[in-house]
């Protein structure tokens, strides 16, 4: 029996850049929601590692930052984030994304036209 999210995940595929105590990549978000993340990248940290995330969102050439976020899950060249710590500006940009995604994925790119 799985279990359930407390949170929607979206399918997504957006920029990444991350770094931590021991390591730094890039990679591509594939999935999103307000606490968390997966990203795929050929740099995969340890379970339990801490990091800080920036997310190349479509509507802006301002990433979006997570400050702190803490790795769940590992799987091949995957992993999974939990989102510990964003601005509050961050924490409303990455709300009205999701509310977007929710409406379908032809109100985030044609906001991203502007």
């Known amino acids: 029996m799985g279990h359930l999210r407390k949170n929607p995940r979206f399918t997504v595929n957006f920029g990444s850049t991350f770094a931590g105590e021991s390591l730094a990549g890039q990679g591509t978000i594939t999935n999103l929601s307000v606490g968390g993340c997966s990203i795929e990248s050929r740099i995969t940290p340890g379970a339990q590692s801490v990091m800080g995330l920036k997310i ?5 050439q301002w990433p979006l930052e997570v400050e702190q976020a803490v790795v769940r899950w ?19 940009r990455l ?16 906001r991203a036209a502007y």
């Not at 992993?79 to 961050?90: C, I, K, M, P």
């Not at 709300?95 to 044609?110: C, S």
Request: hydrophobic content about 40%.
């Open 95 to 110: 709300q009205q994304l999701l509310y977007d995604l929710e409406q379908g994925p032809l109100v985030v790119m044609h």
């Open 56 to 60: 190349q969102l479509p509507d802006s």
């Open 74 to 92: 590992v799987r091949g060249n995957i992993f999974g984030l939990e989102f510990q710590s964003l601005s509050e500006a961050d924490t409303t």
